[in-house]
């Protein structure tokens, strides 16, 4: 069977099959026991057809903006501290990817800070008397800002410099922190865009809680997110004493959703948190770490300023203007009285005002009943009463409510046989939970009822206003 030409090569296994017969089944073919299934309901139709897609897909289009951003902005991109896309693009997601906003953003900001240069350095009392700097890298390189609250003296500051000092000194912080985000990128071969904020509040008190300060601190905030977008990548507030949610609260709505999502409050447990996010070398031995100043000062000081009480020499100014927003009149031998119930503790009385032409007494009560009238003596005496020259030197004041109860704000003009006071103020109740919005008089929380000005001369004969 095999030719002689292929005795020398084995054979293959289908020659080697076709000696033998195809196999015969053992078994016949298996019969199904049941027939096949019927669907019991036919396939279903779609009741809608495919969706189309409403856009694009998305890449195409952030590089189509991009360029367009660019070509817009050609006149002032070398001004800018750097002109690559990742620095661009901050700006765009800041505005949700509008070139017109994004651009009109980005020439303010350069009109800002072009602003600050033109103008030199800071006041002196700025620089030794405001706390914070920058010190160490988190995990990421991300440069570290620390702010010290507890010492800061914001009356004394404010009576030394303006406010455009402030904002001009944290432009200044801004600016240095950018050219270090840059640094950063540099060294680690990264983009570096935002960075890690420490907020110390140890010490917290009343005075951090002084209008004009709150206000300003307001406007650097929204400086802040104006001018640089994306420049922060988290915030954590440590040692935070009971008084902080009504100060959070207070500046809380300067602040953008996105920027309130990156503040993390931290507990007892802040030192382990932070080591989290900042190795051990880069964090002050004061706060947990290792790192010290060449001579050993665990706090740092040689890059941390810790601030204190401004001396009275640096003083510009007596007082700081403030816009009121009520007028009441006390003539004269009489009493005028402000009544707020609160409801439960931890609330915050602050007032401020100022009396034209002459002194005029101010005191704050408690009682247990609203609308009662009550002289001074029959009630209990919170703050006592005293004549203040609040027509030279605008008063203001706070206390913590420590108990619920009626509060009674009492301007006292008794000692007055010929002249009446006009008195200008504003007074507000300041509630841990409570927003900016909620605070305004039109809509009290419910734990706050304002209640009539009661005005008592010397034989208790009561006039009715509203606040």
């Not at 405001?130 to 009576?159: A, N, Q, T």
């Not at 801004?174 to 420490?198: F, K």
């Not at 994306?230 to 954590?236: A, M, S, T, V």
Request: glycine share 6%; with cysteine; hydrophobic share 35%.
């Amino acid at each position: 069977l095999l030719s002689t030409t292929n005795l020398s090569c084995p054979p293959s296994l289908t020659h080697f099959l076709a000696f033998f017969p195809p196999l015969t089944p053992l078994f016949p073919p298996l019969t199904p026991l049941f027939p096949p299934l019927t669907p019991l309901f036919p396939p279903l139709t779609p009741l809608f057809p495919p969706l189309t897609p409403l856009f694009p897909p998305l890449f195409p289009l952030p590089c189509f903006i991009l360029g367009q951003f660019r070509e817009r902005i050609q006149d002032v991109l070398t001004l800018l501290p750097a002109q690559h896309d990742h620095f661009l693009l901050r700006w765009l997601r800041a505005r949700n990817f509008n070139v017109n906003k994004s651009e009109a953003m980005l020439r303010k900001c350069l009109a800002v800070v072009q602003m600050v240069s033109y103008h030199g350095v800071c006041s002196q009392v700025i620089e030794k008397y405001l706390s914070g700097g920058m010190c160490g890298y988190d995990r990421e390189g991300s440069p570290i800002w620390w702010d010290v609250i507890g010492p800061m003296d914001p009356k004394g500051l404010f009576l030394s410099a303006s406010k455009q000092d402030f904002i001009k000194s944290k432009i200044r912080d801004c600016e240095l922190l950018q050219r270090e985000c840059d640094l950063q990128s540099e060294r680690l071969g990264t983009h570096v865009e935002a960075i890690t904020m420490i907020y110390d509040v140890e010490g917290l008190g009343l005075k951090h809680l002084w209008k004009p300060a709150i206000d300003t601190y307001g406007e650097i905030l929204t400086m802040f997110e104006d001018n640089y977008p994306e420049g922060l990548k988290r915030l954590f507030v440590i040692k935070a004493p009971k008084l902080f949610p009504v100060a959070y609260n207070l500046v809380k709505h300067f602040l953008s959703e996105i920027t309130r999502n990156k503040i993390i409050i931290l507990g007892a447990n802040w030192q382990e948190v932070l080591m989290n996010y900042i190795d051990a070398e880069q964090l002050p031995a004061a706060y947990g770490g290792k790192l010290t100043d060449p001579d050993g000062d665990p706090r740092c000081r040689t890059k941390i300023h810790y601030a204190g009480t401004v001396p009275t020499s640096y003083y510009v100014r007596e007082s700081v203007k403030v816009d009121y927003e009520q007028c009441l009149t006390v003539s004269r031998g009489s009493t005028q009285q402000l009544e707020y119930e609160v409801l439960f503790p931890g609330c915050v009385l602050r007032w401020q005002f100022f009396s034209d032409g002459a002194d005029v007494g101010f005191g704050v009560f408690m009682k247990g009943k609203l609308g009662e009238r009550q002289n001074a003596g029959q009630m209990q005496e919170v703050l006592p009463s005293q004549r203040y020259n609040a027509h030279l030197v605008p008063e203001d004041g706070s206390l913590t409510c420590s108990e619920p109860g009626v509060y009674v704000l009492r301007f006292d003009n008794t000692y007055s046989i010929f002249q009446s006071k006009r008195i200008s103020f504003t007074v507000e109740v300041l509630l841990p939970g409570q927003s900016e919005s909620q605070k305004k008089r039109s809509s009290y929380p419910k734990a706050l009822n304002p209640t009539s000005l009661v005005s008592t001369d010397v034989l208790q004969q009561t006039m009715g206003h509203s606040i």
